[in-house]
């Protein structure tokens, strides 16, 4: 179902399920709860699950170009602030990483895959690579 607004054409998201939509309502709560300055959420990755690879990854009209690098850099940065937010919790270097820090790693390796033009998670698969030497991964 389309919605026409101020002279912009949009999916009924009462109606359609579309998972950029879902991934940015549930990192929208997980931030706003956590503000990734406390314990880490409960499920992390629960939003980044919700993710499936570049937005619009077959259409290369120029007034998509900014809302896949805004989700690009918002998938990166959600990513980046769990992690830091549950290695927090973790052991000392060398030491057994926990699941949930393994599980997050497997996560930046997923979306990295899903969307190799995405300089932001390429960025943060080589910060977390060290991540993974360090944890013994």
């Keep these: 179902s389309l919605v026409v607004r101020g002279g912009r054409v949009s999916l009924n998201r009462s109606v359609v399920w579309v998972d950029v939509s879902a991934f940015e ?13 406390g314990p880490p959420p409960e499920d992390p990755l629960g939003a980044i699950l919700l993710h499936g690879g570049a937005l619009l990854s077959d259409v290369e009209a120029s ?5 896949r690098e805004a989700l690009r850099e918002r998938v990166a940065r959600h990513l980046s602030r769990s992690l830091a937010a549950v290695a927090g919790r973790q ?4 030491a057994e990483a926990a699941p949930a820090v ?10 990295a895959r899903q969307d190799p033009a995405s300089a932001p998670l390429q960025r943060l698969l080589a ?7 360090d944890t013994g991964g």
Excluded: H
């Design 63 to 67: 007034w998509v170009v900014q809302p």
């Design 25 to 37: 309502r549930r990192a929208d709560k997980l931030e706003a709860r956590r503000g990734f300055l």
């Design 127 to 133: 910060q977390t690579g060290a991540l993974r030497t």
């Design 102 to 111: 393994e599980a997050l790693l497997d996560a930046v390796d997923r979306a």
């Design 91 to 94: 052991p000392a270097p060398g």
